[in-house]
């Protein structure tokens, strides 16, 4: 298991998946790893769940890291082509939240479920001693819908073609540029843009609208391990071989940039609001307009094919061992840590 981040395909094959409990025969899609959603039979309705931990970064504004903290749980059922529609939510409150500071995070939950028609259902919330931002509690989305109309991430077959949203490393770029601007020796304007990749990291409405537009066969939203880690994770998971035009690949104002003053790889650095959409020839040019009329940047990237892996241009493409982001900002909130004590 790495130090940092999710654990590793090997650590979940071999301690994770042969110990799931007790088996059922209404579990649809168990624990996979690549696979960020489970499903459950209910009378023949497809009950799709997924969780993760809630992060709140106050830094970033307290409206805009609520949103972008939903977005990233809601979007592991929005991926599926179901729409999210409850959500279970538990808080474990830092003491040093205020009660003022939750009410704004919880308005702008509630604000932004009621935009999406997803109703809380149940939670906890609390004060302890020992959580810390940003990382502060947990939830579950739910969405409900029909077997045959679910989209897997490891669902791509050969012909299929591959469409990329926003980019790599937005995600990464964006908050570590927010919240370490000031360090980075980059120009005013190169950190502006950079900060501006914050507006590009919500990814469930676009989901969705790929999944309405289709036929889109596969989904994968692009998290620990960036591009590379997400288009591994889907062509490994369909037994199949992506190839990929290095050059098709969207570059986001600020992203090359600040990747180059930090060191970072970014087709392996996180960077949610991207998708990796994988969808057969017919339905591409539906797929990039329904996005394209959300403003959402889209290009087609590359083709599924007969095989197995990644390739680019021809090389091949490893799944990264580590998300280097997570190097990065861990050296720069301990340079911040350093200047703010001298």
């Known amino acids: 298991m790495s130090k940092l981040g999710k654990i590793d395909r090997e650590f979940f094959d071999r301690h994770v998946a042969p110990r799931l409990g007790a088996t059922r025969n209404d579990v649809a899609v168990g624990p996979k790893h690549g696979v960020d959603f489970g499903v459950i039979d209910v009378d023949g309705s497809a009950l799709v769940v997924a969780t993760d ?166 989904m994968h939203d692009v998290t620990e391990g960036g591009i590379a880690g997400a288009l591994n994770e889907m062509a490994d998971g369909a037994g199949v071989r992506f190839a990929v035009d290095h050059e098709a690949v969207p570059l986001r104002p600020g992203v090359a940039e600040v990747c180059a003053a930090l060191e970072i790889d970014p087709w392996a650095a996180t960077s949610c609001g991207s998708l990796v959409i994988a969808v057969e020839p017919d339905g591409v040019a539906d797929v990039r307009r329904a996005l394209e009329d959300r403003n959402t940047v889209v290009a087609e990237i590359g083709r599924v094919e007969s095989g197995e892996g990644v390739v680019v241009d021809g090389e091949r493409l490893e799944h990264p061992s580590v998300d280097p982001s997570w190097r990065a900002y861990a050296e720069l909130a301990a340079e911040a840590d350093a200047s703010d004590q001298e």
């Open 53 to 218: 931990p809630i992060s709140i970064l106050p830094p970033l504004g307290l409206e805009r890291a609520a949103r972008f903290a939903l977005d990233l749980i809601l979007a592991d059922v929005a991926v599926s082509g179901v729409s999210p529609s409850h959500l279970s939510i538990c808080f474990t409150l830092p003491e040093t939240m205020t009660d003022e500071a939750f009410a704004t995070v919880w308005e702008t939950i509630h604000e932004e479920c009621e935009d999406l028609g997803v109703a809380v259902t149940t939670g906890h919330t609390a004060r302890y001693s020992d959580p810390s931002y940003p990382w502060v509690g947990a939830a579950t989305a739910i969405g409900v819908g029909d077997h045959d109309e679910i989209v897997r991430p490891d669902g791509a077959s050969p012909g299929d073609r591959l469409l990329l949203t926003t980019g790599p490393a937005v995600e990464s770029v964006g908050l570590l540029s927010t919240l370490y601007g000031d360090q980075l020796e980059l120009s005013a304007d190169v950190v502006a843009d950079a900060q501006q990749r914050l507006e590009e990291v919500h990814c469930v409405r676009d989901a969705l609208t790929a999944a309405a537009a289709g036929p889109v066969t596969a």
